[in-house]
């Protein structure tokens, strides 16, 4: 399967929205949210990304796709939406909202209505693999953002032996291994070529979604104002 984005310009469909969820392999609320993301994800219609983080790693199950980075995502939404702590699972909208993340159907009418009230994505995104280049095309619009690029797993099954979960078999879809800025959006029709081979160099990385988002504080997230994902043969070509 090939996500949106990831076609030729031309035959790219711009994705409704984006939902970052913020999850744990020890956490006993997680699996119905882990499970909306799934649904998500192969509905094709956001991009979709788990981020899982490592502060209930002390409930006696480390969580296999965790790291720190992740956390302090997490952490900086936080004060972004000016909340004093964190909690699991939940699921970022554009970068502008959050709700718990198993709510699904809370999830597809907040996308919808940030659209409607002029908070969608209204940038659009392209990326594509080129033989060995990875071609980003960010299009015009208003505003200055960081153009950033989050690297994640396709997919994994986990057998969770200890913890709140313990005994349980769960799909886990594109836990997001890594992240960095890689450029600046000014407004302007602005293009990026990477080597291709960035996505094998990156740990088990099974796609990539391109966001673009505006930066409250240099280590705080906002509106994020466009984005698109790169999955299947083309990402590892």
Not at 22 to 50: H, I, M, N
Not at 214 to 221: G, H, Y
């Amino acid at each position: 399967m090939l996500a949106a984005g990831a076609a030729h310009a031309q035959e790219a469909v711009a994705p409704k929205g984006v939902v970052e969820l913020f999850t744990s392999q020890g956490c006993s609320s997680c699996p119905p949210a882990d499970k909306a993301l799934e649904t998500l994800v192969r509905e094709g219609d956001v991009v979709a990304l788990a981020y899982h983080v490592d502060y209930w790693n002390y409930l006696g199950w480390a969580d296999t796709l965790a790291s720190k980075d992740n956390t302090d995502r997490q952490y900086a939404y936080a004060r972004m939406f000016g909340r004093n702590g964190v909690y699991t699972p939940q699921a970022v909208l554009n970068g502008r909202e959050h709700i718990n993340g198993a709510n699904i159907s809370g999830i597809r009418d907040r996308i919808g209505a940030l659209s409607t009230e002029g908070k969608g994505l209204k940038v659009p995104v392209n990326v594509a693999v080129t033989n060995d280049e990875l071609r980003i095309r960010v299009g015009a619009g208003e505003g200055k953002a960081n153009i950033v690029i989050a690297y994640f797993e396709r997919e994994r099954t986990i057998n969770i032996d200890k913890g709140e979960n313990r005994g349980k078999t769960v799909n886990y879809w594109h836990a997001v291994t890594s992240m960095e800025t890689i450029g600046m959006w000014e407004g302007k029709e602005t293009n990026l070529v990477l080597p291709a081979d960035m996505l094998k160099k990156k740990k088990k990385a099974g796609g990539c979604a391109v966001l673009v988002q505006r930066m409250k504080t240099a280590d705080t997230p906002g509106a994020i104002l466009g984005a698109t994902v790169l999955t299947g043969e083309k990402a590892s070509r």
